[in-house]
């Protein structure tokens, strides 16, 4: 779909499908009007017979939503896929907003629908959280609390079911979310935990990772997520190579039933057809200080999946407290603390001159309590010097008994890594001009004082380019 009514000549922006019916697919996106007012519009298929529905032919009924009374021209965008509420048979569908008259709160507002031609504003908002300000990309959908499959948006809630909202907040371009509880009468929702509320808690990745929507793979009963992987270079790089941004491997999205507090993401299992041969080693020590090369044909397109031992003994003793850790303000890998840094290097150069490090920082607290930290450092990731490089991270929780464990995606310019299975995600955009094609390297590390660590296994595959072309009508 491109501009070209009145209704969105400045830009086809965001929106969401929604299966109305087995036969009816629509959906409603945002266009910026002639005079940049925001408004929904709706589409249809022009061919349902095709099965990449290509073609889309838009409603004669367009705009058929505009901003509301109160409601910024330009504030007013992004709509969900909808959800059907049994009690009235009437769609409901979500739209970011704000409302800077009451403390720059970040709004949900919600409409009501049978025909997706005519909506009502429901009173109120489904939620909002002050000081946040304008919720972008807003996505709302149920997950299972008791089992390992995703949940149609339509699934009301109940025993066993919970609702995310996940918002990007347009003040930092960054992607959170909260679990909590949907009151279908009231229209309403509210967070598990008030402390971890939207835009204030949980982040979807702690990368460079923005505007994500997920949607619901009926096929194989599981919620996949996008995200956008935006550029860190200068616009006129971006210029020169005619390009900018790229979409992040699809995720699986569960509920983690052994936290209870978080979501988990993962690849999608696809990914995996593009393994080819594979490396394993096992029972690697890494003493304090070490640095250890891995011997792989080629290193910059990977899929790696490490567990790291600390033992007991040098957590025991570790008797200096270690609080206000911070992944972003630490210096990176190069910082040494008692118990970490340690983990991975990847896109390396020979020489240890261009590197990304994906690592565990273990922080005691002044009470003896450790909190485990996932980071992934691009300091030094390259010598171009027209780049934001940054480390990025957060803690993760690591349970009794679990070992430490990171799933690290690599494919030349970007790092994606999901610790302790997906309950913290960083994704890296990063520019290498060393440490390209042959001259990559992997290497496991240690850069703590005192922390006596094992990688007690590591298995990499090399990895395919995916198959991309044209799909023939014969398929």
């Avoid at 032919?57 to 021209?73: A, D, F, H, Q």
């Avoid at 299972?144 to 339509?154: H, I, M, Q």
């Avoid at 005619?242 to 983690?256: E, K």
């Avoid at 273990?362 to 691009?378: N, P």
């Amino acid at each position: 779909m491109v501009p070209d009514h009145w209704y969105d000549a400045n830009g086809v922006w965001t929106g969401s499908a929604t299966f109305v019916s087995t036969d009816k697919l629509l959906v409603l996106y945002t266009g910026s009007t002639t005079n940049s007012v925001q408004v929904q519009n709706l589409a249809f298929p022009a061919d349902l017979s095709d099965p990449l529905l290509i073609d889309w032919v838009k409603s004669e009924s367009n705009p058929v939503l505009v901003p509301p009374p109160g409601i910024g021209l330009k504030d007013f965008r992004d709509p969900t896929t909808a959800w059907l509420v049994q009690s009235d048979m009437s769609w409901r569908v979500a739209i970011g907003s704000k409302n800077d008259s009451d403390d720059h709160a970040g709004i949900v507002l919600v409409y009501r629908t049978k025909d997706f031609l005519s909506y009502e504003l429901l009173p109120g908002v489904m939620h909002q959280v002050n000081g946040t300000g304008m919720w972008e990309c807003v996505d709302f959908f149920p997950v299972s609390t008791t089992a390992d499959v995703g949940l149609d948006t339509s699934t009301p809630a109940g025993d066993g079911v919970k609702h995310v909202v996940k918002v990007s907040l347009d003040d930092d371009k960054h992607d959170y979310y909260a679990i909590g509880t949907y009151d279908a009468v009231k229209d309403t929702w509210r967070p598990d935990d008030e402390e971890m509320d939207v835009g204030i808690g949980l982040r979807v990745d702690y990368g460079k990772y923005y505007a994500s929507k997920s949607f619901y793979d009926e096929k194989k009963q599981r919620r996949v997520l996008w995200g956008w992987v935006g550029e860190t270079d200068s616009e006129l790089t971006d210029l020169r190579k005619g390009w900018a941004s790229v979409q992040t491997i699809p995720r699986m999205v569960l509920f983690d039933y052994k936290t209870g507090s978080n979501l988990l993401q993962w690849p999608v299992e696809e990914v995996e057809s593009l393994r080819l041969t594979s490396k394993n080693f096992h029972a690697i020590k890494l003493p304090p200080g070490s640095l250890v090369p891995l011997n792989l044909t080629s290193a910059t397109q990977l899929d790696i999946l490490a567990e790291f031992d600390v033992e007991d003994s040098s957590l025991v003793e570790a008797m200096e407290a270690d609080v206000g850790y911070n992944c972003s303000t630490s210096g990176g890998a190069a910082g040494r603390g008692v118990l970490g840094p340690f983990g991975l290097i990847v896109l390396a150069d020979e020489n240890l001159s261009e590197l990304t490090s994906v690592y565990f920082y273990i922080a005691k607290g002044v009470d003896g309590g450790l909190s485990t930290f996932f980071c992934q450092d691009g300091l030094r990731s390259s010598k171009a010097n027209d780049l934001v490089k940054r480390v990025y991270g957060s803690t993760v929780p690591v349970l009794q008994g679990e070992t430490l464990s990171v799933r690290t995606l690599v494919d030349h310019s970007i790092v994606e890594s999901f610790a302790q299975g997906g309950r913290t995600c960083i994704t890296s955009r990063i520019y290498p001009t060393e440490a390209i094609y042959a001259n990559a390297r992997v290497f496991l590390f240690n850069n703590a004082t005192h922390a006596q660590v094992t990688t007690k296994s590591i298995e990499i595959w090399d990895m395919d380019k995916a198959y991309i072309h044209p799909y023939p009508p014969a398929e």
